[in-house]
Structures are given as structure tokens and as C-alpha cells.
């Protein structure tokens, strides 16, 4: 008997039948909850909310109180890990985080402290293991970090970049320090996410929101190989069970025919990719993620629940699909609409398990 009563999450992650899709939604807990609002303003600002694990717990569990979810994904940001690197993480209204000493040369890097995570981002944890608690085994719990590469170009770049010109020069004049920076974030963020799996988590997902920026080599020397490198590392059974290992690159399109091969479980498809094609790109060998367009929330209850069929339609029969959104829910969103999918996901997904579950 499973310690988890509901285990569908991690059952299709690993590609094994299930009666219907499992469903989650990126940014789950965020700012179209009103409830996370008035936490948020209780917080005091964004990171006062993930440095306090009670808080932390409460935003988690919010969702899942509105909603008939299969995960819980725990609250955090992808920029702790070089926040605990000491350099000067703060946040701009309307510009989003920035960094007060970005890292753009060797001697940058070499500056780069050895962190023990269990110090510099035990509040993290000691969040993993109080939503734990709070859960009762209800549903599992995903831990995340940021990839590499995408954390990397906030720490060159000193924030939020569209072109990148920074991190993309270094990559061109001086691939070696930038390989070697890369490997130093890979190394403390296997650290980091195998801390959360001994907390608690029980699946992880790496987000790569940067990778598509870069042409398909250098994605996979600076962006594919830093991953490749967590993943060797990380934890893959705990208590028993397997710990899936979730890789989402935004815009990756045939660029997860190259993610297939770290050894993942599964990969997070943007909604850019049908998941046909995705299929046809991964060989059925890991399960997928995703892919509804976050936009569709926007719409209608009835063109939501036509999003929905389609996406279901889109990756077809049998196991291995974790429906998702593409990409992150947005803050302009009605709560009712997530309603709305939740629930076409519960009623139109067994048909494409029917054949599939014992």
C-alpha cells in the first residue's frame, strides 16, 4: 500500500498506467489567488514569503484547497541558490530581481564561495518538510531549482535580460570561465535539490526558462550539459520509491530529442511543441509534460475545456502525460477558469487510459 493517496503523479512520470492524467499547473501558488495576495502582503515582499517556512507551507497548500490537484509544488524561487552565494539578490517594481554584483569574469567566479545549503538555504528545507507534514501523504511534492544556465544568465547579466548580450558574449570570448561558472552553479544546485529530496520532495523539476535563447550546440555545451550534470547526481530512489526527474526547457521544440538522453524521467513541453510531435521527438522513452497555452485561461469556460480536449487528443493513448500548462499561470487570470480545466482534465483524460490500466 502507498504511503500517498493519491500517487498519479508519480506513477505517469515513470510512464506506468494510470485511470486518468494526472494535473498540476506551473505557478500554481501565485498571484491570481487572492489568498496568496493577502499572505504575500502579510510576508511584507516576495522573498521575506520564501525565506519563512510556515508561510511558505501556506501559499503551497492554497491551491490544492480550491482545487482537485495530483501535486503540491513546493513555494520557492529559482534564484535562492545564487542569492545564498552572496551576491546582493534585491527586487525592482515593475523590473523584476536584479543582482548588485553580477559575475562576469574568472576572477568573478573564483570569488564564488563554497556554500554548505544546509546553512545558506535550510529555510527551504525546513519549508519542504513543513509542507510535508501539512500534506498527510494527500499528494506528492515536487521540489525544483533553476537550471544552470538560466540562473547563470541573471548572475552575468545582474537581472531579467530578452537578448542576453552579456552571458551570450562570454559564451563566445571566454567559453571555458562560463563552463567552469556553470559547473560551480550545477554543482551546489545538486546539492540544493537533493537536500529537498531528503526533506521531502518527492519528484523534482529543473527549469531551464533560458535555454531556447541559445542555438541549438551551444544548448547543449552551456544549458544541456550543466543539467546533464545535476541529474548524475541527484538522488533517484528514496524510502523505497523512485524520485522522477522532471527537465523543462521553455521553446525546446527538437532540442528534446537531445534532453532524452541525461537520463530524466520526463520533459516539460511548451505549448509552441504539439505533443505529438513531442512524442515523436522522444521515442515514447520519457513521459511528457505539459502543454495547454497559459493564454487559454483567458478564454471562455468552453474553449478551456476545447484547450483541454485538444491537448489531451494531442499526446494521445496510453500512459506517460502529465498535464500542465506550457508555461507558468499568469496573474491576470480568473481562479474559476483553473477550475474549469482542472476539472476537464478529471473527466475527459480516462478514455486515454481505458485500454492502458489493468
Known amino acids: ?30 498571484r491570481y489567488l487572492p ?23 501556506e501559499v503551497t497548500m492554497q491551491p490544492l484547497r480550491r482545487y482537485k490537484l495530483d501535486a503540491a509544488i513546493l513555494f520557492s524561487d529559482i534564484l535562492t541558490v545564487p542569492d545564498a552565494l552572496g551576491l546582493g539578490l ?3 517594481t515593475g ?19 563554497d556554500i554548505d545549503v544546509s546553512e545558506t538555504l535550510g529555510y527551504v528545507f525546513d519549508a519542504v518538510r513543513t509542507i510535508r507534514r ?5 499528494v506528492p511534492l515536487i521540489g525544483f531549482s533553476g537550471s544552470p544556465w538560466t540562473v547563470g544568465t541573471y548572475m552575468v547579466e545582474g537581472g531579467s535580460s530578452r537578448e542576453f548580450p552579456t552571458i551570450k558574449g562570454l559564451a563566445k570570448d571566454d567559453p571555458k570561465t562560463l563552463e567552469a561558472m556553470l559547473a ?3 554543482a551546489i544546485t545538486t546539492d540544493y535539490l537533493n537536500a529537498q529530496i531528503e526533506a521531502g520532495a518527492q519528484a523534482v523539476q529543473i527549469f ?6 541559445l542555438e541549438r550546440d551551444d544548448y547543449k555545451r552551456f544549458s544541456l550539459a550543466s543539467m546533464q550534470q545535476i541529474v548524475d547526481g541527484l538522488t533517484r530512489e528514496k524510502d523505497g520509491r523512485k524520485i522522477p526527474v522532471i527537465l523543462f526547457t521553455k521553446g525546446a521544440g527538437p532540442m528534446l530529442e537531445d534532453m532524452v538522453a541525461t537520463g530524466c524521467d520526463a520533459l516539460g513541453v511548451d505549448w509552441t511543441t504539439s505533443l505529438a510531435d513531442a512524442r515523436g521527438y522522444t521515442g515514447d522513452k520519457v513521459a511528457l509534460q505539459g502543454n495547454l497555452d497559459p493564454a487559454t485561461l483567458r478564454e471562455s469556460p468552453d474553449v478551456i475545456r476545447q484547450g483541454v480536449a485538444d491537448t489531451l487528443a494531442s499526446y494521445g493513448d496510453g500512459p506517460g502525460h502529465v498535464f500542465n500548462l506550457g508555461h507558468g499561470i499568469t496573474p491576470d487570470i480568473d481562479p474559476d477558469h ?18 492502458k490500466t489493468p
Open 184 to 186: 560551480k552553479v550545477a
Open 338 to 355: 483553473l477550475g474549469v480545466l482542472v476539472e476537464a482534465v478529471h473527466e475527459l483524460s480516462p478514455q486515454y487510459h481505458a485500454a
Open 1 to 30: 500500500m502507498s504511503e500517498l493517496e493519491n500517487d498519479l503523479l508519480l506513477r505517469a512520470l515513470l510512464r506506468q498506467p494510470v485511470p486518468r492524467t494526472p494535473v498540476w499547473i506551473m505557478r500554481q501558488a501565485g
Open 35 to 57: 489568498e496568496y495576495r493577502e499572505t504575500r502582503a502579510q510576508a511584507g515582499d516576495f522573498m521575506s514569503l520564501c525565506r519563512n517556512p510556515e508561510l511558505a507551507c
Open 208 to 213: 531551464d526558462t533560458w535555454g531556447s535563447a
Open 134 to 138: 501539512e500534506l498527510s501523504g494527500r
Open 90 to 92: 534585491y527586487f525592482e
Open 95 to 113: 523590473e523584476g530581481p536584479k543582482f548588485e554584483r553580477p559575475v562576469r569574469t574568472k576572477a568573478d567566479i573564483d570569488k564564488l564561495p
